[in-house]
């Protein structure tokens, strides 16, 4: 179950990298256009909402992938990976809300699920580790 949640960090954190590639058009596998703009009236050109959603795109992206890490016990101490997941999907979440458009909907609903899991307490090391299920 572990290498599961881990792939799904993952994937969660390269959606919020996508906003470095944008496609010519939005497609649920990559959710940012070139002419993406926000509900708050920026694009991702170089105005200083662009800059900001491509930080918050970063370090949403990088507490994933030491959540992922840190569920995996590889790098990142254990202990920090319900922290790391939930800053990753608060971030992702926010990121999502921000440009918000049908193609947001993947990275929206992985964010909640796993901030469900999250803060329900269904996802900890040791209800994750393959010793804690015989």
Request: charged share 10%; hydrophobic share 60%; glycine share 8%.
């Amino acid at each position: 179950m572990r290498n599961v949640i881990a792939l799904m960090l993952f994937i969660a954190a390269l959606f919020n990298l996508t906003i470095f590639i944008p496609g010519e058009h939005a497609w649920p596998l990559q959710p940012f256009g070139v002419h993406a703009t926000s509900w708050l009236g920026f694009g991702l050109g170089d105005t200083p909402g662009g800059t900001a959603a491509r930080l918050l795109a970063v370090v949403a992206a990088a507490a994933l992938v030491a959540a992922a890490l840190g569920l995996l016990e590889v790098l990142v101490p254990a202990r920090f990976f319900r922290p790391l997941a939930l800053i990753g999907a608060l971030g992702t979440l926010a990121l999502f809300v921000i440009f918000l458009d049908p193609m947001s909907l993947l990275p929206i609903v992985l964010s909640l699920i796993i901030l469900y899991a999250i803060l329900s307490r269904a996802w900890t090391i040791s209800s994750l580790s393959e010793e804690g299920h015989h």
